[in-house]
Nanobody
């Protein structure tokens, strides 16, 4: 099992930047990939992007391309989401999720990001 804790959420103005972090603990040696998702009120959970844990290769959903960057510290078992050019519709609870061998996925509790004037 893996436990995940997100941090870094908050209130930011449109056009601003924010950096989220996700710290993993537990059976981190079984992590194959880590993901960011987000969910706005009344909407389905949306894929933001993910990083392959071994290679560091990153992949992004359409809403994140060109604005968000995922990185990881392999030895500290942390993953970051650097967000820039934030828009009102980026307001959501952001979740990290770890994919382990055997198709197991674990979720964090989420961190709120609010983009507002």
């Amino acid at each position: 099992q893996v436990s995940l804790v997100e941090s870094g959420g908050g209130l930011v103005q449109p056009g601003g930047s924010l950096r989220l972090s996700c710290a993993a603990s537990g059976r981190t040696n079984n992590i194959e990939a880590m993901n960011w998702f987000r969910q706005s009120p009344g909407k389905e959970r949306e894929y933001v992007g993910h990083i392959l844990w071994g290679s560091g290769s990153t992949f992004y959903g359409n809403s994140a391309k060109g604005r968000f960057t995922i990185s990881r510290d392999y030895y500290k078992n942390t993953m970051d989401l650097q967000m820039a050019g934030l828009r009102l519709d980026d307001t959501a609870v952001y979740y990290c999720a770890a994919d382990l061998s055997g198709a197991r996925r674990f979720w964090g509790q989420g961190t709120q990001v609010t983009v507002s004037t």
